[in-house]
């Protein structure tokens, strides 16, 4: 059963599932071959990274740019450092994960194309998820706020 929270904009933000988890981290989690290698870029509060080991028993790894994100997954006890994607992944080795997951980053990274190369070169197999800006309420608010959108999801000012 999925339920809907208050003010959201997107399904893929609204969508929870009876645990209380994101239902597309739990497709992403999904995706993964259990005991996997895995670097979550982007790790945000570590989530993923939780369900990931719980649920899949991966050895995962993460990378966050906000001091706050890493320090609450360092206290949830999650293998997580300070990075930014758009400079830091040329230090990873060539295929040095089984998996690399970009879930909600993408559209906050100043260099994609370069972003999405590391990531192929540094995993096996790369998982991206985005949200969907396309969505009426999130193309109304990019027009009348004349910038990105910020959501229950997305709530920081990345523009």
């Known amino acids: 059963m999925l339920s809907r929270l208050k003010r959201d904009l997107t399904m893929a933000e609204a969508a929870r599932a009876p645990g209380g988890a994101r239902v597309d981290l739990l497709l992403v989690a999904d995706m993964v071959a259990p005991s996997s290698k895995v670097l979550d870029i982007g ?13 899949r028993g991966v050895d995962g790894r993460g990378i966050e740019l906000s001091r706050e994100g890493v320090n609450e ?3 949830k006890g999650l293998a997580v450092i300070q990075g930014d994607a758009d400079t830091d ?12 997951i970009l879930s909600q980053t993408l559209q906050a990274t100043r260099q994609p194309r370069i972003v999405l190369e590391n990531l192929l070169r540094i995993g096996q197999r790369a998982i991206v998820s985005f949200p969907n800006f396309g969505f009426w309420k999130m193309r109304l608010q990019l027009l009348v706020g004349g910038h990105m959108p910020r959501t229950d999801n997305l709530p920081y000012a990345w523009w």
């Open 89 to 100: 992944l040329g230090n990873y080795p060539d295929d040095g994960f089984d998996y690399v």
């Open 43 to 55: 790790a945000g509060d570590g989530e993923l990274l939780r369900i990931l080991g719980e649920q």
């Open 73 to 75: 997954c360092v206290a």
